[in-house]
């Protein structure tokens, strides 16, 4: 089977269970944003090469193909994906919540002002997954607005990975090799 299927030449795309929306549907935005987000944590984890930070960066890519599932399917389908996917569930952020705990307690984090991106490329590019997530939480937020039944864990495990990417950075401009 090719990658090229020609079914969006008509400017849809497939949900999950074989339903069509247009490919500028704030779901698929979300989902696009979302895609976007992992490819750009691959980047750093690729530019960073210090497995303290590639490891958890690698099981969060692994998660987001989770939100992105539950991010494509229709309210009607959610149960039906449940039997056999797993949700994003409050886990995951606590996970996060945990990366960020040991990053402010345990190493020596020098950020009493705002960071300019860039000190080295590993740093850039967490700063650059960074904002993708910051967008990508954007869109999730306008399709929470616009379904009002998303699975708000999706939203709280954004708005924390932004934060992870942000003490990452950090903690690789501060890191004395």
């Known amino acids: 089977m090719s990658i090229a299927t020609k079914t969006g030449d008509d400017g849809t795309t497939g949900l999950l269970f074989g339903r069509r929306v247009r490919k500028t549907h704030a779901r698929i935005e ?7 987000l992992n490819a750009s944590l691959g980047l750093a984890r690729a530019a960073v090469g210090d497995p303290f930070i590639t ?12 939100l992105m599932g539950e991010l494509a399917l229709e309210d009607a389908d959610r149960e039906r994906y449940a039997k056999s996917h797993p949700l994003v569930g409050a886990e995951m952020a606590d996970r996060l919540t ?4 040991d990053l402010e307690k345990n190493h020596k984090l020098d950020f009493k002002h705002w960071a300019t991106p860039g000190a080295n490329p ?11 997530c910051r967008r990508a939480e954007r869109d999730v937020i306008r399709l929470a607005d616009e379904t009002k039944t998303l ?26 090799d």
């Open 30 to 36: 979300a989902c696009g944003a979302v895609d976007e």
């Open 122 to 132: 590993g740093s850039a590019a967490l700063d650059m997954a960074r904002t993708v």
């Open 98 to 101: 945990a990366l960020i705990d």
């Open 151 to 176: 699975n708000p864990e999706l939203l709280r495990y954004l708005n924390r990975l932004s934060d992870l990417c942000w003490l990452q950075a950090r903690f690789l401009e501060t890191k004395k």
């Open 55 to 66: 490891a958890p960066i690698f099981a969060i890519q692994n998660e987001l193909v989770l």
